[in-house]
DNA sequence: TATGAATGAGCATTCATTCAT
DNA sequence: CATGAATGAATGCTCATTCAT
């Protein structure tokens, strides 16, 4: 399983087989569960090398957050075409978000659960990406109303609720995916779309909804 | 912040002092890096009376999911009138969740990062609960589209895929929440429950959605 | 299997309840694996009984080594009638000793392996009762050469020797008779008077044997 | 007493303090009495390095057994000429174990004391070379017998309790003559080989003896 | 570049023992 | 006479980390 063991690799070649091993077993055993001897040993290196090249054990979590942060957005960001309506750039952000999670289920967990489990300073790496991604959602909802030329009546403090709520939801969906047999990114994609497009309210004929007085 | 050391107490309240503890320290420093040491500290007694009292550190999480997980689901169960129409149980139960949530982010952090993220014994521990709120959802949205006369339309695995985004994003939200100053229930309450009930579409002026063909 | 929990029983009572507990979990699980709680549970009683009545677990070991020595030696004094030959009196004092060992395997445990495993101390304790048997067995040997005139050629220390091998031969085969299933005391005891008043070299036609030069 | 305090041995090395160590110190303390920051301090090494090499307390304790008994049988097999007759062998074994015993305290201390007392598993690793000796000692006995023309009358299991009873001695005696001051390998030797060969009935000129009717 | 050898510090767990009632 | 409540002090074991080569 682990990388074939060759001797005198340049040394971003390493790292990467660092990376990797480092990735699975975060996110297979879990941050604390995870031995830096087991790392060191599913890359096929010395435990001293990954003290060389990545430092600490705390640096090289935060070298998988980062790595896998940066190919999660860049995913995204590769499968949405900014000249499309509103829907459809929706639509192409979560497909590709939901395949990048189904094809990375290691990186999704130490992103999703491992890094937001084991202190502010893990989470906080995780914050800027999410950040980075609600913003895009943010700017997607309110360039539909805009199209549809509603803008006037959302404050931005709802649609950031919204954006928060559409993207809790995707994250929520692609851990249930990767756990559900059978269940394909395209539908988990289509499941929520479905969800935020029409909301349940469609089912009831549009009948309005508002907060009852506390 | 500790309990008082007050000596000789009865085991029974001996024992929510440890779990008080217990939730705590798991909560905020994650299973395990919470040492027991560290709870047996918080919670003003020796290292053995906790061993002697919930056995191992194993037991004493478990103990800490059930009894965590018992009190969200009371409290959702409690703040729900099932004669109400459908939205309005929504809106009851959302309320309800993330009121409780927010008075207890230790326990929440236990429910939903902790106990998902360190074995599948403890995860199925929560799915049981979760199951049994996924489950009440499903049923308001069955519920909602029979009063609506829309049933015919709604294929189960449909409904079922609905709540559980709707599930995944009550639980994101709460988290958010929690680490999101300003934020209150109800503001997150109402958030979802116009995301979940109006839909991003009725932005869009009813514009219905379909996925693009693959 | 523990003793019928009967309150308010008289000390000497429980005293001896207490004793025989411990004495048989001394003997199945060893001095230091038996824990104090082992002991007291199966004695019916609490532990800071114990530590009333007996003190302390070394003080609870000593008095365990003590009884069972002395019901050893009682057992094997009452078998032996000194108005018989030495050979008859020597075969009495197997036979009751294999028997006395055989119904008290525990007893014997803790005599023969867990009191000489486990500190001077306690070995010191069996020691004792070890020369009141050696000393018998010496007494009835050199009785014996002296019925058959022999005694001029045998020094003491030689006697002491052979005693001392008689009497390690038969605690090394009470031992095994209790490990084996199906050796009877009977047979362990003539096994040994076998081996002791035939010896050997009877099996080759009494040629001498004597130590080659260093 | 413990060795120098070296830094950077081999590892071959390291592991044969470690060993002497941990014999010195299970056979002095008894196996659970002996801490594992006790063998450790002993072989000069910090603990994990015991645990890196040697793995576990019940590993190393097996390890311990393991070499003693292959070095305890090694010396008697080294001892004894197998051309000589037998009576000649039963004394060059004798002495041979004699001498290593009394060379080798704590690891005969091991072997017949710690691992008979602390578990089957040890046991059995002990039982494995008792066996050998036994069935040296059995054909030994069997050869001799044969030399003398007598074998027709020696039924087998005859022998297999002689040779037990005769090993069993061994073994006291091996103990004894460790704590009794002055006893050399030689005297113990020539006083079990006197016990053997002549047995306590050539005291008394050939009385031959038989058990009385139960 | 790469590693075998080594350790300080901490953790879950257990046990003999005592106190207050 | 008897016990529920409580603890100080180990103990086996693991891990992140470093040094010498």
Redesign the interface.
Known sequence: MGAVKTKRMPRAVREQQMLDAAVQTFGQR????ASMDDIAELAGVSKPLVYLYLNSKDDLFTACIRREAKALTAAVRAGVHPELPA??QL?EGLLAFFTHTARHPDGWSVLH??A????ETFAAEVTAMRTEIVTFVTQL?AD??R??H?DPD?PDK?VA??A??????A???AT?ANATPGVTA?QA?????????????????????S??P?
């Open positions: 879990g941050y604390m569960a829907d459809r639509w659960l491992q937001r489990t084991h202190g909802i539909a109303a199209e549809a509603r959302l709802e609720g919204l928060e709520a559409l993207v809790g939801a994250e929520s969906l249930w395209r994609a289509a499941t929520l779309m479905n969800f935020a497009w029409a909301g349940l309210g469609d089912l009831m004929a549009g009948r309005a909804w907060p009852p506390a």
